[in-house]
């Protein structure tokens, strides 16, 4: 069975932000320039590595997880993330 993917630009756009360069956070991650640069054109957020992409982008690891959630959001009832990301992050932070 394949997986459904919500693409979202939120890991290359901070990284732009941050002023990193690729490769810096594909080492900071442990893997590849490539595996990372197809996590960006893909707009992959790969859960398994949410801890370690939190610190290499310095976001909280709930900002992640509401950014993929409010994505799938978007992509299934059509709400714009712009609409749901921070009601998502706060209830995400009253879980911690």
């Known amino acids: 069975m394949s997986q459904i993917k919500y693409p979202s630009s ?15 956070v594909a080492a900071k991650l442990g893997i ?8 960006e054109h893909r707009g992959e957020l790969p859960e398994s590595y949410f801890p370690k992409l939190a610190i290499a982008l310095d976001v909280p ?9 409010a994505t799938m959001v978007q ?5 714009p993330k712009e609409d749901t990301h921070g ?3 706060k209830a995400l932070r009253k879980d911690v």
């Open 32 to 39: 590849s320039q490539e595996t990372y640069r197809q996590w």
């Open 61 to 69: 690891e709930n900002e992640l997880k509401a950014e993929k959630v």
């Open 87 to 89: 009601f998502i992050a």
């Open 10 to 24: 939120f890991i290359r756009d901070r990284r732009i932000r941050l002023g990193l360069a690729s490769h810096e």
């Open 75 to 79: 992509a299934t009832l059509g709400i």
